[in-house]
């Protein structure tokens, strides 16, 4: 009785037995977060143009050189070189020249003597030889978003001098002044290739000729020009990215 005694007291303190805990659920794996793709980064590209250009051509103006009162169709030619400093700026280096014939009236002569020195036998005008040449220094203002068209403004001063020959009586007389000159307008270039293009412009030409009958004076004329200019074309560095090459 004893021994059945200690060993129900044996069986009471004895542990129960530990409960296994149910497995844990399986969290599935997540996917890998996807990175960003950078978006790409736009860069200006600068503005191609040329760095020097010389034109050549025609040019008419209608022009009272002898503050006659009539206007003269002088025909000559005109020619630049501009150096361009940026894609808007140039400075620029010009001249010319015209030729034809001038209506001078009878009655009034200056800057040609009256009669009793030189006396003209036509009436109401008699003929003058007429020639001038300037040379204008100054600035022209570019245009350069078009693809086939620049539009351009100048502005150019500088100097001239106006010849005049007229005979009458068996006399020839010559008058000869010079002063300044001023050129204010514009005009537009026609693109034929990257070397090549044509050009337009129109201007007002101003002179300022002193003549020793008369005296100095202002002369309003406005002149016209067509003609072909030449560009020295400034080459572009290739990069990696114009050879279609990607860095490292």
């Known amino acids: 009785m004893g021994v059945a005694a200690l060993c129900a007291t044996a069986w009471a303190q004895a542990p129960a ?10 969290t599935p794996a997540s996917e890998p977060a996807e990175i960003p793709t950078p978006a790409p ?22 022009a009272g050189l002898f503050n006659a009162g009539h206007w003269a169709g002088l025909y000559g030619w005109d020619a630049s070189l501009a150096a361009n400093l940026t894609h808007w700026l140039g400075f620029v280096v010009e001249g010319g020249q015209y030729y034809g014939t001038s209506k001078i009236p009878t009655g009034t002569q200056a800057p040609f003597p ?14 003058v030889k007429t020639r001038e040449y300037n040379i204008l220094f100054g600035a022209q203002f570019s245009r350069r978003k078009y693809e086939r068209w620049t ?8 100097h001239q001098g106006t010849r005049g020959q007229a005979t009458a009586v068996g006399t020839e007389f010559t008058e000869i002044g010079t002063g300044r000159a001023l050129v204010a307008g514009g005009g ?7 070397r090549f293009a044509l050009r337009f412009k129109a201007d007002y030409f101003q002179t300022g000729t002193d003549f020793a009958i008369g005296g100095k004076k202002k002369q309003d004329n406005f002149r016209f020009s067509v003609g072909v200019v030449i560009r020295r074309v400034h080459k572009k560095k290739r990069t990696l990215e114009d050879e279609g090459q990607t860095e490292p």
């Open 151 to 158: 539009p351009f403004g100048e502005l150019l001063y500088g």
């Open 188 to 194: 537009a270039d026609f693109k034929i290739n990257p």
């Open 114 to 127: 009256n009669c009793g020195v030189f006396c003209p036998t036509t009436t109401p005008t008699f003929d």
């Open 17 to 26: 037995p530990a409960q296994t805990p149910p497995p844990a659920a399986q």
């Open 41 to 62: 980064v736009k860069v200006a590209t600068p503005i191609q143009y040329p760095r020097l250009e010389l034109f050549g051509g025609g040019t008419y103006a209608e």
